[in-house]
Each structure stands twice: as C-alpha cells, then as structure tokens.
C-alpha cells in the first residue's frame, strides 16, 4: 500500500463490526452518493449480512471487495461490481473514504489497486459511474486513468431518485476476449 499507516485488505467477515462503525461515522458524508440504507444496514448484524452476502458474490467471481484500515479504524472501500465475461470482460469500480481521511490519495490508491486486481482477472475494461455533481470521485477517476464517455439519464436510484450519471471507463489492455493474462 502506498501510503504510510493505512492498509488494503481483502473483505472478510471480520470486517464487520467495523464497516457498521464507518458507515455510522460517515453516515452525512456519504448519503448523497448512496442509495438510501435501511437502518439495519448500519448495525453490525446488518453489516455481518451483508459482507456475507458479497463474500457469496466473490465466490462466483462477480465481484471483488477491499477495504481500506488505519490503526483500528476501517476509512474506506473499494468494491469491483458486475463482472461480466465473454465479449464484455468488464467490471464497475465503486469506493469511498471516511470524511476525516479525505485529501490525502487515499481514494487514488484504492482505485489503482481495483484497477490492477481486474487486471490480474483477465477483464479489459473497468467502468464508474459518478452522480454529475461529484466533482471529487470525478478527479479521482480522472486521477486514475479514466475518461469521459457519456452521460446517462435516470441511471442509478441514489438518495431516492432516479439521477443522471456521467460514465467513466479505462481499458486495460488489447488482448482478445478471455485469453489468457500473460
Ligand atoms: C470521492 C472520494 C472517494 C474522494 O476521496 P479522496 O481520498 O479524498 O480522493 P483523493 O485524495 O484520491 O483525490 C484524488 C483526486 O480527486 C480530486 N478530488 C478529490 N476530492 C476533491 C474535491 N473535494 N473537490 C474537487 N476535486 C477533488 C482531485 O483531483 C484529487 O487529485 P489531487 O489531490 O491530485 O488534486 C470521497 O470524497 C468520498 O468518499 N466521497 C463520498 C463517496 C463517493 O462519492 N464515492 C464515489 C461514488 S462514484
């Protein structure tokens, strides 16, 4: 990991009880960007459900989760969402950092290592999308090698609405689809 103090580990239950205490902490910060949560969602047996959840997803290799640690504190998260194979090879990139850890790359390094990890599993393209007036996930993106393809209407279901969003993808490579990584 790139930056002193801080970690990128793999999801795993243990996990937890920690994600609920960071989704708590950062509950402001990141309702405009997220669907709605239940209640449940910020407990730690609402979390315990839903890494368990997700760890099935990563097991038939749909996705991929990370998440970012400072001492005893989980700060962050990067998930690779929708991996779909055959002539697409392709994955969705999602992340946040915890609101008294921003500035400092840490979304960057998160990314970057989603991006090399999809890499590593033979995908050629990784895509985002971003809500138009998150300025800050753009830079990150931009930050990242990503660029700018579109923008589509009424997209994702986010804070209780339906929202535009601008759509963001970085190609890995030119290999033809399902070949070996070399
Ligand atoms: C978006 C978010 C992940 C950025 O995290 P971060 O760790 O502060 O980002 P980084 O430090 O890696 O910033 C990378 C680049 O993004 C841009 N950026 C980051 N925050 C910004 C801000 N508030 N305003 C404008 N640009 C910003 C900059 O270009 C920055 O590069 P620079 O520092 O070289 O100028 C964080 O603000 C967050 O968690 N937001 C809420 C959740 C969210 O929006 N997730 C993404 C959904 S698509």
Redesign the pocket.
């Known amino acids: 990991m790139l930056i002193d103090g801080y970690e990128i580990q793999e999801l795993s239950e243990d996990h937890a009880p920690e994600l609920a205490a960071a989704y708590l902490r950062n509950r402001e ?2 309702a405009p ?1 997220d669907p709605v949560r239940p209640a449940a969602f910020h407990t730690p047996a609402g979390q315990t459900a839903d890494v368990l959840a997700r760890l099935d997803v990563v097991r038939r290799g749909l996705g991929a989760s990370w998440v970012l640690v400072h001492g005893d504190d989980l700060v962050g998260r990067v998930n690779l969402n929708n991996i779909v194979r055959g002539v697409f090879q392709s994955g969705s990139v ?4 915890d609101h008294d ?9 998160l990314v970057e290592h989603a991006v090399e990890r999809a890499d590593g599993l033979g995908l050629h393209r990784v895509e ?4 138009v007036p ?4 753009q ?2 993106l ?2 990242c090698g990503f660029t700018e393809y579109g923008r589509a209407p009424a997209y994702l279901f986010i804070a209780g609405e339906w929202q535009d969003h601008l759509l963001f993808q970085r190609i890995l490579h030119d290999r033809p689809a399902g070949a070996p990584v070399p």
């Open positions: 910060h990141l960007w999602g992340y946040w950092v850890h921003l500035g400092r790359g840490l979304a960057s390094a985002a999308g971003t809500l998150n300025v800050a996930s830079g990150v931009r930050r």
